[in-house]
């Protein structure tokens, strides 16, 4: 059974796919994750994240490795190439970048046939932002997470400053408005919900609500 989980930055996406996948003991797949790590990669070797050849080859040519050091469904760890990328890939540059490296047509091909690979270890959450559409369409759940824009922006400032990077709010709910319009007006698999998504606006839901929520309709659909 695949879950497929998007909405745009900041709508509580990870946190319930996480938990979510722990609750029903799926596996748990961050899309994002992976994107991010091509987009690090190129701003370390001084690739343009806008040239689609020489993105597309990190993309096809990286080994991308999700580590389960509890040996549950739910990964700790993203390897690129054997590095431990796991902090590296949530740094404000690589926020900046990671819009430009996603929004090209040869890279989403990559990225969808390895996400697609994914469903051989079993029952899956995947979350991102075209998983209901054009990754799994044929998921048995979809949802669409949303909440406002100041709650999202909230929400990505603590994050941040839980990991120790202080940026004002403005600042941060900016770039991510950049981001969400970015990832929303880009011609290849633009952030949408799936005509038979779910629409969950989590703006006033604590995340074990939204959780329970989701786990229902998996329930329901069992
Ligand atoms: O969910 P996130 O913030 O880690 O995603 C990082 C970026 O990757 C974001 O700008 C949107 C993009 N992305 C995408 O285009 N498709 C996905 N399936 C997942 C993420």
């Known amino acids: 059974m695949i879950v497929a989980i998007d ?10 796919a996480k938990m979510l996948a722990e609750r029903l003991g799926f596996h748990y797949l961050d899309t994002g ?16 994240p806008d040239n689609e050849q020489g993105v597309s080859t990190i993309a096809r040519e990286a080994y991308i490795e999700f580590i389960h050091e509890s040996g549950a469904g739910v990964p700790t760890r993203i390897l690129f190439d054997g590095e431990d990328v796991s902090v590296a890939i949530r740094a404000p540059e690589v926020d900046d970048a990671v819009s430009s490296v996603a929004r090209l047509p040869r890279v989403r091909e990559i990225m969808v046939v390895r996400q697609r690979a994914q469903t051989s270890l079993g029952d899956l959450v995947a979350e991102g932002r075209d998983i209901g559409t054009v990754v799994f369409p044929d998921a048995e759940v979809k949802v669409y997470l949303t909440a406002s824009p100041e709650e999202r922006g909230r929400r990505r400032h603590a994050e941040l400053y839980e990991r120790g990077v202080h940026v004002a709010r403005e600042e941060v709910q900016g770039a991510m408005a950049q981001r969400d319009n970015a990832d929303s007006t880009r011609k290849a698999a633009p952030l949408s919900a799936a005509a038979d998504a779910r629409i969950v606006d ?8 939204v959780v329970e929520a989701i786990a229902k309709m998996v329930e329901a659909d069992r």
């Open 202 to 209: 989590t703006t006033d839901m604590s995340t074990v609500e």
């Open 7 to 16: 909405g745009p930055a900041g709508s509580g996406k990870s946190t319930v």
């Open 33 to 48: 994750a992976m994107y991010r790590s091509v987009a690090l990669t190129a701003l370390r070797r001084g690739i343009d």
